[in-house]
């Protein structure tokens, strides 16, 4: 009669202990389904990544002429890669996970603007470098396809480091491509460089070699002078006119009267024409207009 009773009790206990165990169970996958919708919530408002482009759609960006162009025959449908905070590639990125701005802010004095291929565009809309680390946030560049190719670059506004140069005397040389390309001379548009390095010969004013190394200068790269008017790229004829590159870093053109014989409102370039490398000249001449030498 007792062992009966017992087992009427166990079989009371467990049947108790079998409904809290499903109720605590049905509990467990509510606070599963709960945090899994939560966690989606905030993955898909995670995705409202905020991008800047330089330029309109329609247009594309000029590299060393930091302006934007007719970009009608080619593809203006982009979107950059995204990166993780651990600089992790993210694959399954949308054209409308991003929200779109478009404008390409001016530099202040003593700045000008950078463009690089060469950064990580992270999840919350900043922009990494691979070189260095330096890290942009929203508002301080700008992305954009560029002209001519699929790539994109960011462009932000950096101190000039031609003014720190030529403070302290040491020389900047400057190039008009950015370091790693050279320019095509039909288009003077920036393209990748078939040359593994840039380098000038300095000479004085009578034409002589000088034994100066680039490498004691500084070499600010992907600027040519802006004009007066500040039109992209009002070019003159070429003249064809011998010019050296002096050991302070001006260029010195011979040919012209001794006023403007020197100058540093210019750039230079490598360009390869098939027939060898040779160099070309884009100075701002007294009209306030971009000559070619």
């Not at 202990?17 to 945090?35: H, W």
């Not at 992270?122 to 990494?128: A, C, E, M, P």
């Not at 994109?152 to 005397?169: G, L, N, Q, W």
């Not at 095509?184 to 548009?189: A, C, I, M």
């Amino acid at each position: 009669m007792y062992s009966e009773k017992l087992n009427k009790s166990n079989r009371r206990f467990l049947a108790f202990l079998c409904s809290r165990k499903v109720y605590t169970m049905k509990i467990l996958l509510f606070v599963k389904c709960f945090l899994l919708l939560w966690c989606l919530h905030l993955v898909d408002a995670g995705r409202d990544i905020p991008m800047t482009k330089c330029c309109q759609d329609g247009t594309v960006f000029l590299q060393a002429f930091d302006s934007c162009r007719n970009g009608s025959e080619q593809s203006v449908s982009w979107s950059p890669a995204v990166y993780s905070e651990s600089s992790i590639l993210i694959a399954d990125i949308a054209e409308d996970d991003f929200k779109i701005t478009t404008q390409m802010k001016g530099c202040s004095d003593g700045q000008i603007a950078v463009s690089t291929t060469k950064f990580k565009f992270l999840v919350d809309g900043s922009l990494r470098l691979d070189e260095g680390g330096r890290t942009f946030q929203v508002g301080q560049f700008c992305l954009n396809q560029v002209f001519g190719s699929e790539g994109i670059v960011a462009r932000f506004c950096d101190p000039d480091p031609c003014i720190e140069a030529d403070t302290r005397s040491a020389g900047c040389i400057r190039k008009c491509c950015p370091i790693g390309m050279d320019i095509n001379p039909p288009t003077f548009l920036c393209q990748p460089s078939s040359s593994p390095s840039f380098d000038v010969q300095f000479r004085n004013e009578l034409g002589e070699p000088v034994d100066r190394n680039l490498s004691s200068y500084v070499v600010r790269g992907g600027v040519i002078p802006k004009c007066i008017d500040d039109s992209i790229m009002p070019l003159g004829e070429a003249h064809n006119e011998t010019f050296y590159v002096l050991p302070n870093a001006q260029i010195f053109i011979p040919g012209y009267s001794k006023k403007d014989q020197m100058t540093s409102d210019y750039c230079i370039d490598s360009t390869d024409e098939g027939d060898g490398v040779s160099f070309i000249v884009l100075y701002l001449n007294v009209n306030g207009k971009i000559t070619i030498l």
